[in-house]
């Protein structure tokens, strides 16, 4: 899988895709990042990739010249290939004013074999970028941020650990806070105590059994899976309920799973 990352800062890469799971990927040649710098394909002595926005208005705006040069140097599938699915690629704006970003997506995006991603910075970036070359907008969060470094750094992070091989143990990806209910339609779970189906992450717990006056549950170390299995689902549901109760409508939720919510909420 590769990554094309466009950006007016491609120093600020150096950093979060030398580490970690992203960079033992690379170096393990499951995925390939190119960070390209939009400076590279202007035409003018200034390097200029940004101008006034039409109408006024406060801020600067990316130019749409340097980022349609730059993406079609790339030679990436025709938009109408990509938007189709016949081409596992696509065109991505980091922007606060795209869709939201989740775990469902990480998941889409990582049953491709390119992803480009176009960092906004400013006011944004000329809208027929958005209209013609990408295929969609995507944010990470009901904030704005500076550019879309970051975003798009949070991007290639989720959606490299989804890759096959990326992770040493291939069950962790599955019963993590998110994960949706794609491993079952795939035969691909992870550990019947394991599973999250869309909820936040049950509590975990490690040695020493007991750290100062606090000992871990009995129930983690008494060797029932099934007990196992009920006490970390009660508890993802009581922590998805405190804090992500939207969640529980996206979920499928057993008789179970509904009986000690209407306990948990009376």
């Given at each position: 899988?590769?990554?094309?990352?466009?950006?007016?800062f491609?120093?600020?890469?150096?950093?979060?895709?030398?580490?970690?799971?992203?960079?033992?990927?690379r170096?393990?040649?499951?995925?390939?990042?190119?960070?390209?710098?939009?400076?590279?394909?202007?035409?003018?002595k200034?390097?200029?990739?940004?101008?006034?926005?039409f109408?006024?208005?406060?801020?600067?705006v990316?130019?749409?010249?340097?980022i349609?040069?730059?993406?079609?140097?790339?030679?990436i599938a025709?938009?109408?290939?990509?938007?189709?699915?016949?081409a596992?690629?696509?065109v991505?704006v980091?922007?606060?004013?795209g869709?939201m970003?989740?775990?469902a997506?990480?998941?889409?995006?990582?049953?491709?074999?390119?992803?480009?991603?176009?960092?906004?910075?400013?006011?944004?970036?000329?809208?027929?970028?958005?209209?013609?070359?990408?295929d969609?907008?995507?944010?990470v969060?009901?904030?704005?941020?500076s550019?879309g470094?970051?975003?798009?750094?949070?991007?290639v992070?989720?959606?490299?650990?989804l890759?096959p091989?990326?992770?040493?143990?291939?069950?962790?990806?599955?019963?993590?806070?998110f994960?949706?209910?794609?491993?079952?339609?795939?035969n691909d779970?992870?550990?019947?105590?394991?599973?999250s189906?869309g909820?936040l992450?049950?509590?975990?717990?490690?040695?020493?059994a007991?750290?100062?006056?606090?000992?871990?549950?009995e129930?983690?170390?008494?060797?029932?899976?099934?007990e196992?299995?009920?006490?970390?689902?009660?508890?993802?549901?009581?922590?998805?309920?405190?804090h992500?109760?939207?969640?529980?409508?996206?979920?499928?939720?057993?008789?179970e799973?509904?009986?000690?919510?209407?306990?948990?909420?009376?």
């Amino acid at each position: 899988m590769r990554f094309d990352v466009l950006t007016i800062f491609p120093e600020f890469f150096r950093g979060p895709f030398d580490y970690g799971i992203v960079r033992r990927a690379r170096e393990a040649g499951l995925i390939e990042i190119g960070v390209h710098d939009l400076r590279a394909f202007t035409h003018d002595k200034h390097r200029t990739v940004d101008d006034r926005p039409f109408g006024g208005g406060e801020g600067m705006v990316l130019k749409p010249e340097p980022i349609f040069d730059c993406v079609e140097s790339l030679e990436i599938a025709a938009r109408e290939q990509r938007v189709s699915g016949t081409a596992k690629e696509t065109v991505i704006v980091l922007s606060p004013q795209g869709e939201m970003f989740n775990q469902a997506l990480a998941e889409k995006l990582a049953l491709l074999e390119r992803v480009v991603l176009i960092c906004g910075r400013y006011e944004g970036v000329d809208e027929r970028v958005s209209e013609r070359l990408a295929d969609r907008d995507v944010s990470v969060g009901d904030f704005v941020l500076s550019g879309g470094e970051l975003g798009a750094a949070i991007i290639v992070d989720a959606v490299t650990r989804l890759r096959p091989g990326a992770l040493g143990n291939e069950a962790s990806s599955k019963q993590e806070s998110f994960s949706s209910l794609i491993h079952e339609r795939t035969n691909d779970n992870p550990d019947s105590t394991c599973a999250s189906g869309g909820l936040l992450d049950y509590p975990h717990y490690t040695r020493p059994a007991e750290f100062r006056g606090i000992p871990v549950p009995e129930v983690l170390i008494n060797g029932n899976h099934e007990e196992i299995r009920r006490w970390r689902r009660r508890r993802a549901l009581v922590k998805t309920l405190k804090h992500r109760p939207e969640l529980l409508e996206q979920v499928e939720l057993s008789k179970e799973d509904l009986k000690f919510l209407e306990e948990l909420r009376h």
